[in-house]
DNA sequence: GTCTTTGTTGGCAC
DNA sequence: AGTGCCAACAAAGA
């Protein structure tokens, strides 16, 4: 799940928390040993969440004193904000009680993402190469990107050190939206289609932050929703099918969709 | 049992 | 050296 869209609205559920003194965290799940939430609780214990800010599909929530928790969501990670309740979410691995009593809860249920401290940010997405997020490169600066691939164009998309945010799920609508083939070559691509592109990428991403990257509530002509091989394509009503790029199920129409 | 899965990484091939 | 591609990782659901 969590791609660009998803970890946006992570964040904004994080920035809930903004204002808020962490009073403590606790270790609720099998991820963290005692140890790291220890470290963790060092480092941040009566320290104020401030801003929140993302870079691809890294969630960062900066502290008064400069620190910033940086969470990555893996396939399976969510962030939730709770009151005072009872009972954690499944899958809940590390909750950040807030001075209100409230909490931040980071839930992953297959325990593939990461939570860190970190003091210098930049230096994290540099030795992390996490590039430019998919909402701030600029038209000239992707044109240069996508020319300078030669492999398929759905890795292309998918190359978190060039370009950040976009994985498997939107790719797909990405390039579906944009009428354009997953196989085709980077470098078959005409400067009107990397326009063409460009503009796509940025349309779906801020209409499906919009409504709130949930699926149930994405425009009538959207892949995402019927992304299952034998499907309907919502466009033309052709046969959704599902081939394999880069080890990864690839969703497309065939006939909407040409190389 | 088997197979698939939204992400990232290490290693191999070119 | 740089790129591209895939298996492996963990765990659950179909």
Redesign the pocket.
């Known amino acids: 799940?969590?791609?660009l869209p998803?970890v946006e609205n992570f964040r904004k559920t994080a920035q809930k928390a903004g204002g808020k003194k962490i009073k403590e965290i606790k270790n609720t799940g099998?991820?963290f040993s005692d140890k790291e939430v220890g470290s963790m609780n060092e480092r941040l214990k009566n320290k104020w969440l401030e801003t929140t800010s993302r870079r691809?599909?890294?969630l960062f929530m900066h502290t008064d004193a400069g620190e910033t928790v940086v969470c990555?969501?893996?396939?399976?990670g969510e962030m939730e904000y709770a009151g005072e309740r009872k009972e954690l979410p499944r899958?809940s691995k590390l909750q950040f009680v807030l001075d209100n009593n409230h909490s931040l809860v980071y839930i992953s249920?297959?325990?593939?993402g990461k939570v860190e401290i970190v003091d210098e940010l930049e230096k994290y997405i540099r030795e992390?190469?996490?590039g430019p997020d998919a909402l701030d490169i600029g038209p000239d600066d992707f044109t240069a990107f996508i020319k300078?691939?030669?492999?398929?164009l759905k890795?292309?998309l998918?190359?978190?050190s060039?370009i950040?945010g976009?994985?498997?799920?939107?790719s797909d609508e990405i390039m579906f939206q944009a009428g354009l083939h997953p196989g085709i070559k980077?470098s078959k691509l005409k400067d009107k289609d990397i326009q063409n592109l460009y503009d796509t990428m940025r349309s779906v991403l801020e209409t499906t932050i919009e409504k709130g990257a949930n699926p149930e509530n994405f425009p009538e002509n959207y892949l995402i929703p019927r992304?299952n091989e034998g499907e309907s394509c919502p466009v033309c009503n052709g046969e959704i099918k599902?081939i394999?790029?880069?080890?990864?199920?690839t969703?497309f129409c065939p006939s909407c969709q040409k190389k």
């Open positions: 799940m969590p791609e998803d099998d991820q691809g599909k890294y990555h969501f893996g396939m399976t899958y249920k297959r325990k593939l992390n190469e996490i300078g691939k030669n492999s398929m890795s292309a998918m190359d978190q060039s950040s976009i994985g498997n799920i939107y980077c992304r599902m394999k790029i880069s080890g990864r199920g969703y």
